[in-house]
């Protein structure tokens, strides 16, 4: 079964920058179209971030110009850089499929203070 494990996170002030990565075992990965996600307190869960198979990728309004989903697949591994961080970007992230179709990591948290 495939395990997700997601690192990277931490408190950072507003306009600072975080780079997230989640490690994905099994040998499937890179067939799959990859995307991080985030839940913050009292809320659902989101999309942030879509990086497919062949290379594309699309973003939630609210990260756009912000936020760069990357991949390499020889590691299994997913990376989101977060620059020009603000309060409300407060959430766990978490990676999986789109659509998330594997059992969900433990997310990492970010925190943005004002």
């Known amino acids: 079964q495939v395990q997700l494990v997601e690192s990277g996170g931490g408190l950072v002030q507003a306009g600072g920058s975080l780079r997230l990565s989640c490690a994905a075992s099994?040998?499937?990965?890179?067939?799959?179209?990859m995307a991080w996600y985030r839940q913050a307190p009292g809320a659902q869960r989101e999309l942030v971030a879509v990086?497919?198979?062949?290379?594309?990728?699309n973003y939630a309004y609210s990260v756009k110009g912000r936020f760069t989903i990357s991949r390499d697949n020889a590691k299994n591994t997913v990376y989101l850089q977060m620059n020009s961080l603000k309060p409300e970007d407060t959430a766990v992230y978490y990676c999986?499929?789109?659509?998330?179709?594997?059992?969900w990591g433990q997310g990492t948290q970010v925190t943005v203070s004002s």
């Open positions: 990086l497919t198979s062949g290379g594309s990728t």
């Open positions: 099994g040998s499937i990965f890179s067939i799959n179209d």
């Open positions: 999986n499929t789109r659509p998330a179709g594997w059992p």
